[in-house]
């Protein structure tokens, strides 16, 4: 048989559900002992279509292909990954591509359950952004009108992958939410980055826009993360001057704590905050092996020198919590094994023109 990256590609798939069956595993207890798990963080890396779990203390990478898209012979088609969070028993992430608008699901070992929504009649979702599980029901952030999607808007789906309805983020005539990026709940309300109006927006459950909650910060606000205090972090991307790139902390009355901004030619748009106290941060490295996923120190200098690099070379998208079960030790192997594989594949599309979408 001629030796293709088609053919090779298939054939890392194959021996990936050949050989996982087979990892050694302890005898079978008289009773069945609890799996262990881990709290880790979840990181979409939208240049290499995959995403990874990282260490929620630390931010160390744990596994850097969780889940990936190997091409030929995959069943699902990550083109601009954005978003990846847990729900219940499953993975959940949205893809923000014109080319797949949909949100796929896997099992908590990364293993593939099924779509939402795609370039199908009725689909419901376009251009689909941050999500977030929310008291039982994922709130998926839509922003285009394909498929019979609302524009911009946010969706509520339940748990069973069912479209329940939405609200549209749009308010002010217009100046507000046409271009909403994540949903937070606080205090009893949802909170939206708004690239429209460049700031933080309040919405009451009802979907009834309830003001702004911080003034505008002259960039485009992406993923928000709530801290126990309340405060609010927020990662800026976007076009506007470069000096407004970065992480930007907002206190619980929406006023501007620090900021960390002024990285040359590079966008933040995912933000956690570690076990450690610090704060993570994903870039839209691309290429470049210096950014990528790195911390800030809070207690730091607030400038683009306060950063740490994790893992260079990632376009970087959301981070967020997920609790999974701890692989067993043989697995690790074979969960690298592929890794060569995907990132000259990586390449090799992004050299054909995916269509993307971006800020």
């Not at 992480?247 to 501007?256: A, K, P, R, V």
């Amino acid at each position: 048989m001629k030796l293709t990256m088609k053919n090779l590609l298939a054939t890392l798939a194959w021996l990936g559900a050949a050989l996982v069956p087979l990892v050694p595993m302890a005898p079978m207890a008289a009773h069945a002992q609890p799996v262990p798990q881990q709290n880790v963080l979840l990181a979409v890396d939208t240049g290499r279509n995959r995403v990874m779990t990282l260490d929620a203390q630390t931010g160390a990478v744990l596994n850097p292909n969780f889940i990936v898209d190997i091409g030929a012979g995959s069943p699902f088609d990550f083109q601009t990954p954005r978003a990846a969070i847990q729900v219940g028993q499953e993975v959940w992430v949205s893809d923000q591509s014109p080319n797949v608008n949909a949100i796929y699901r896997f099992d908590l070992s990364g293993g593939f359950v099924g779509r939402i929504g795609g370039n199908v009649a009725g689909g419901g979702l376009s251009n689909v952004r941050g999500l977030r599980f929310i008291d039982g029901v994922v709130y998926a952030v839509n922003a285009g009108t394909d498929n019979g999607a609302p524009g911009a808007s946010v969706v509520r789906i339940d748990t069973a992958g069912n479209i329940l309805g939405s609200f549209s983020t749009v308010a002010g005539g217009g100046t507000i939410g046409n271009s909403p990026w994540d949903v937070v709940s606080y205090n009893g309300q949802l909170l939206v980055s708004d690239g429209t109006s460049r700031a933080l927006q309040l919405y009451n459950t009802d979907g009834t826009h309830a003001g702004a909650f911080t003034a505008a910060f002259n960039n485009i606000p992406q993923q928000m993360f709530v801290r126990a205090n309340g405060h609010v972090l927020s990662a800026a991307n976007g076009s506007q001057p470069l000096g407004s790139f970065g992480l930007y902390e907002f206190n619980t009355s929406g006023g501007l704590v620090s900021s960390w901004a002024g990285t040359p030619g590079l966008g933040v748009r995912g933000v956690a905050e570690l076990g450690n106290g610090l704060y993570l941060i994903s870039e839209s490295g691309g290429a470049n092996p210096a950014r990528g996923l790195g911390t800030i120190d809070p207690a730091g200098a607030a400038n683009n020198s306060n950063f740490t690099l994790v893992l260079g070379s990632v376009n970087g998208g959301w981070l967020s919590a997920a609790v999974l079960p701890v692989p067993e030790p043989g697995t690790w192997a074979l969960m690298a094994c592929g890794l060569a594989v995907v990132v000259g594949l990586a390449r090799r599309r992004q050299a054909g023109g995916v269509a993307v979408r971006s800020a």
